[in-house]
Structures are given as C-alpha cells and as structure tokens.
C-alpha cells in the first residue's frame, strides 16, 4: 500500500492536537487557519488550503496554482513514490507560475520513522538546492519539527506583501494616484 494520501493523525482544530491511529484514512482536502510568528516577532495569520493526497494520474486543479502565495508540498520519507510526486508538482509550479517568484517549502514527513526511510536526505537536500526550495524533514508526531518551517513560510509570504505594487488605501505607490 503507497503512502500517498495518507495521515498518521487528524488534526483537531478546537483542541490543536493530534490524534494518532488513523492511518487508514486519505487526507480530507480542508481549510486551516493558522496563526504564525514570523522571524521578526510579528504574527501573521496563514490560510492552508490542504489538498487531498494526490495519487497518480490525478492532477492538482489548475487555479490553485494561480491563487496561492506559497505552497507547502509534502511527501512521506518512507515512500519514494510520494517524494517522485513532490517533484512532478514543483514542475507543475513552475510551469503555471511561469517561473514568477512564490515561496515553496517542502516538508520530508515521518521523520520518525527511519528503519522505512526510502528517500535519503541528502538525495532530497540536493533536488531542494537545485529547485531553490527550501527542505525540512519533520513528523507531525512531535510538532516542534513544524515551527522552523512554518515561521520561515509566514516570514517569506509577510516580506512579499509588503513588497506588493497593488495599490491600497493609505499606501503610496508610484505613478498610481487612487485618491480621485
């Protein structure tokens, strides 16, 4: 049985906590909301859309990746099947994208389990230095593996609003005067 598509836990939105057991489940596409300190202390509020697993020869649907300001793509370190996906969406990404800036973070999950390690990290910390992504191995099993990446992600996504040319209210921006 692939890895793809599933979770070791559900997340508990009311409690935020993980409830181990439910591997047999495929991951629900759902929405969270998540409150993020960025490196400079300020927080920030991340709307995560959480895609299903996708398994193969089902393909993203196309206006996620014109709507997303980041995305996290995640595989399991112990399936070689789900890092080969990772791989084929980051392609996807950038065809879409058109090679424009957005910030791409790539979790390693089930760090916890290295005796069925099938995707050797420095294999992965290679692809991610070749890609320009960043790449963290972590385990929802100890959620502080979580925190470095998440707070790198809100830190990334706050710069590039603040460089946005999108005029709005009270900002000035050059050669665009909206107070007529």
Partial sequence: MSDRGRVPGRLNGRRGTLSPGLEEGATMED???ASVETDRGVKEQ???Y????????IE???HYFS???GFILVYAITSLEAFQRVEQLKKEIDIFRDKKEVTVIVLGNKMDLLEQRQVETEAAQQWARAEKVRLWE???TDRKTLLEPFTFLASKLSQSQNKSTFP????KSKGNNCDN
């Fill in 138 to 140: 972590v385990t929802v």
């Fill in 46 to 48: 991340l709307r995560l």
């Fill in 67 to 69: 709507v997303a300001d």
């Fill in 50 to 57: 959480d895609t299903r697993g996708l398994q193969e020869g």
């Fill in 168 to 171: 709005l209210p009270g900002r």
């Fill in 31 to 33: 929405v969270y909301l």
């Fill in 60 to 62: 993203l649907p196309k």
